[in-house]
Every structure is written in C-alpha cells, then in structure tokens.
C-alpha cells in the first residue's frame, strides 16, 4: 500500500496569514494527489485534485503544488471558514486508495 | 446537481446485522464508481471499497475485505454497505462518495450516516 504522511498535524494560525501543509508519499505518485477540507460534522469537500487543479467553487486563495512523492497545499491568506481539517489522498493505485492522517488548521 | 442521499444514522448491538444505502441523483448512477469512505469517532478517512454500479465490480481495500459488503442496485441508483455481524468497532460515521473524473478524486460526497454499535 502507498502511505501518505501529513505534516503537521495541526498548526494555529491567525486570519491573514499563509498556512501551508505537506503530504508526503511512501512511492512515487505522479501528480495523482487531491486535498479536501473537513468541517466538524460535515462531509469532505474536494478542494484540489491532480496535485495542482482547483476544484469548481473553490477559491483561489487554495493551491496545491508537487509531484512525486511530495506535495503542498498553501492557503493563502486565511480566511475565517478556513479553520477546518485538511486531507490528502492518492489516486495512483487505482483500487488501493489512501488517505493521510489530516492536519487540523486551528485559530492562534 | 450530483446528489448522493444516505439513511439515517443507526444503532445496534453487536452481533447484529445492518445495510446502510446511498441513493444518486443528479447524474448518470450506472457510469460513475461510489466510494465508500469510514471516519471512526475524532479520527481521519479510511477508504473501504468501490463499486461500478453499471455491472456491480467491486474492490475493497484489503483492510476491509470480508468484513463488510458493498452492493449496488443501478434500478433505484442506490448503492450499500452491509455488516453481517457488527463489532463495537464498526461505530463511525459512513460516508460515500463519487466522481465524474477518470481518477479517484471525489468531487460529491453524501451526508455521511451515523453508525452506533453498543451493549
């Protein structure tokens, strides 16, 4: 199975400022990497997919770079909604997805 | 609009079967694979399994395999997870999920259903 490794697994922030959270993969994934947001009691909501493309309705202030095996998601400019959990998860083994273990993004 | 509608949350006592359903909407059900995703109690994702609705293949991951079973009905676009005896261990909350994309990246996720297993 590929890991996925989320680094940290919680940072506190304020609004305004730049968070950025790294996933790293136990092999080469390519770019076949997503990143969603989690809110208490909600559903995951895909942010970003193939490593680097925004999903509809998301705002730009989310990016996500990498390829390989690590990656980045930045939130730039930290915005009230955005204190949440955040996931990465491999789609290069195609019946063998993974998570990583989310970082929570928490008020300063 | 994609929509994917679960049941409501359950509980049960261990030993006790149970089959929790996810209803599409909004899309072609039959084309597009449905995930289905396990969150235990302040814990992260854990994907369980797949299936193609259109000629019901399924994988499982292999932490799942034999311990629950994934179905699918494409005449009420609904797909299911069912346990033949729960375990303590089963309570979480269940999510499913799908995508139009070529690649797993789930762009439309159901409400998620409560599972309770207690004495």
């Known amino acids: 199975d590929i890991q996925m490794t989320q680094s940290p697994s919680s940072v506190s922030a304020s609004v305004g400022d730049r968070v950025t959270i790294t996933c790293r993969a136990s092999?080469?994934?390519?770019?076949?990497l997503a990143w969603y947001q989690q809110k208490p009691g909600r559903a995951p909501r895909l942010l970003i997919y193939a490593a680097s493309d925004l999903q509809s309705g998301v705002p730009s202030r989310f990016s996500g770079s990498g390829s390989g095996t690590e990656f980045t998601l930045t939130i730039t400019s930290l915005q009230p909604e955005d204190f949440a959990t955040y996931y990465c998860?491999?789609?290069?083994?195609?019946?063998?997805?993974?998570f990583g273990g989310g970082t929570k993004v928490e008020m300063k | 609009e994609v929509q994917l509608v679960q049941s409501g949350p359950e509980v049960k006592k261990p030993g006790e079967s149970l089959k929790i359903s996810c209803q599409g909407s909004g899309y072609s059900f039959s084309s597009y694979w449905v995930a289905w995703v396990r969150q235990m109690p302040g814990k992260g994702l854990e994907w369980m399994g797949i299936?193609?609705?259109?000629?019901?293949?399924?994988r499982y991951s292999p932490s799942f395999q034999g311990q629950v079973t994934i179905s699918a009905d494409k005449s009420s676009r609904t797909a299911y997870l069912q346990w033949s005896s729960l375990k303590t261990s089963d309570t979480a909350i269940y999510y499913c999920?799908?995508?139009?994309?070529?690649?797993?990246?789930?762009?439309?996720w159901g409400q998620g259903t409560l599972v309770t297993v207690s004495s």
């Open positions: 092999q080469a994934i390519n770019n076949w």
């Open positions: 299936i193609y609705p259109g000629d019901s293949d399924t």
């Open positions: 998860q491999q789609a290069s083994s195609l019946f063998l997805l993974t």
């Open positions: 999920a799908t995508t139009t994309m070529t690649r797993f990246f789930f762009e439309s």
